[in-house]
T-cell receptor, first 111, second 111 residues
């Protein structure tokens, strides 16, 4: 079985641009969560989706948005990029309450 | 608001030593607790998941314990090897909504 897959693996963007990150959960997992990990810190929760509905939102500005598609894949969108958005963005999937499996992440660099 | 801390922040040991990593959390009303390993620049690899009703879990040389009442978990690594060098993250699941991560313990095992 394929694990959680994220694309792209690396990305360089300019301040003010928009970015879309993608995540495909493990087959059968209906819950997808997004986390931001700044260098040297633990991951911070951004969003959780379950059955295409937003179930939780962390303390991030409205420039961050996400959605989940009927096949349970998900996109994270960030508008008006700032230098401080440079981080590793992690996606995790879960069958629901029984632990999470994380993808390898997307490394976003904003210049 | 759930807060998770990890002690020590960094640890350097010679190969073969047994070691203990500590995790503390402020709100004992958790769903489960999960320990992850992260290699530099990579995603998270799940090591052990402890449900709130469990006291410990074991996998190979790893043993994790959970004491909800005191808000503590420990990860015990037996007979450490250089390949164990990584950052170890403790994460608390707030009833399936999101993880709250600690800052991690950076482990270096010297040959």
């Amino acid at each position: 079985d394929a694990g959680v897959t994220q694309s792209p693996t690396h990305l360089i963007k300019t301040r003010g641009q928009h970015v879309t990150l993608r995540c495909s959960p493990i087959s059968g997992h209906k819950s997808v969560s997004w986390y931001q990990q700044v260098l040297g810190q633990g991951p911070q929760f951004i969003f959780q989706y379950y059955e295409k509905e937003e179930r939780g939102r962390g303390n991030f500005p409205d420039r961050f948005s996400a959605r989940q598609f009927p096949n349970y894949s998900s996109e994270l969108n960030v508008n008006a990029l700032l230098l401080g958005d440079s981080a590793l963005y992690l996606c995790a999937s879960s069958p629901g309450g029984r632990g999470y499996t994380f993808g390898s992440g997307t490394r976003l660099t904003v210049v | 608001k759930q807060e998770v801390t990890q002690i020590p922040a960094a640890l350097s040991v010679p190969e073969g030593e047994n070691l203990v990593l500590n995790c503390s959390f402020t709100d004992s009303a958790i769903y489960n607790l999960q320990w992850f390993r992260q290699d530099p620049g990579k995603g998270l690899t799940s090591l052990l998941l402890i449900q709130s009703s469990q006291r410990e879990q074991t996998s190979g040389r790893l043993n994790a314990s959970l004491d909800k009442s005191s808000g503590r978990s420990t990860l015990y690594i037996a007979a450490s090897q250089p390949g164990d060098s990584a950052t170890y993250l403790c994460a608390v699941d707030n009833y399936g909504q999101n993880f709250v991560f600690g800052p991690g313990t950076r482990l270096s095992v010297l040959p």
